[in-house]
């Protein structure tokens, strides 16, 4: 139980255009999704926390305007990196949680995004 | 605010040796700890996690770890390592009122044949 996938795994666009990634909770019913970013040989960094038909919470330093998250139902959260740029290019990981606060953070498998 | 310090950044055993990774933490009440293992290009695994319930925890794969809350820390281990186990190891706190996963550095664990 508690399977989080993400699609795409891995994605090359070129810069000024713009990439959806998305998370689905597969068994579960996932209240709260966030959305990381992990730099090679690093940790994770936060970047959002979205609650099913609420607006995301940024954290500070993420731009709201280009890392755009969408969570419309309890199994699906997206996020949208528009107008794309070398300096966007990461791994993105998704969590997700069956409520808010307490609840273990189960994780997606990651998708690798590279801007050429 | 409550943050984890995971000691050492790689770890080296042979295979069959004892697995130990660190971690200790800083929080006002005890927290939420949680031991997440990552593999190249993948996503994070959840090893075990402590609840406040009993102070050691048995994870999957073997792996195990103990609450000390007189030494803030919730090292892994495991009685004897496997080539698998080769991996980033992640341990983490979480607030008992909620808020953010708050992530260690790392460590990454080899195992030599």
């Known amino acids: 139980g508690a399977v989080v996938s993400q699609h795409p795994s891995w994605v090359i666009c070129k810069s000024g255009t713009s990439v959806k990634i998305e998370c689905r909770s597969l068994?579960?019913?996932?209240?709260?999704m966030f959305w990381y970013r992990q730099f090679p040989k690093q940790s994770l960094m936060l970047m959002a926390t979205s609650n099913e038909g609420s607006k995301a919470t940024y954290e500070q330093g993420v731009e709201k305007d280009k890392f755009l998250i969408n969570h419309a139902s309890l199994t699906l959260s997206t996020l949208t990196v528009t107008s794309a740029h070398p300096e966007d290019s990461s791994f993105y990981i998704c969590s997700a949680s069956q409520a808010s606060g307490t609840d273990t953070q189960y994780f997606g498998p990651g998708t690798r995004l590279t801007v050429l | 605010a409550q943050s984890v310090t995971q000691l050492g950044s790689h770890v080296s055993v042979s295979e069959g040796a004892l697995v130990l990774l660190r971690c200790n933490y800083s929080s006002s009440v005890p927290p939420y700890l949680f031991w997440y293992v990552q593999y190249p290009n993948q996503g994070l695994q959840l090893l075990l996690k402590?609840?406040?319930?009993?102070?050691l925890v048995k994870g999957i794969n073997g792996f195990e770890a103990e609450f000390k809350k007189s030494e803030t820390s919730f090292h892994l281990t495991k009685p004897s390592a496997h080539m698998s186990d080769a991996a980033e190891y992640f341990c983490?706190?979480?607030?008992?009122?909620?808020?953010?996963?708050?992530f260690g550095q790392g460590t990454e664990l080899s195992v030599k044949p």
């Open positions: 402590y609840t406040s319930a009993a102070t």
């Open positions: 068994d579960f019913q996932a209240t709260t």
């Open positions: 983490a706190v979480k607030g008992v009122q909620g808020g953010k996963l708050i």
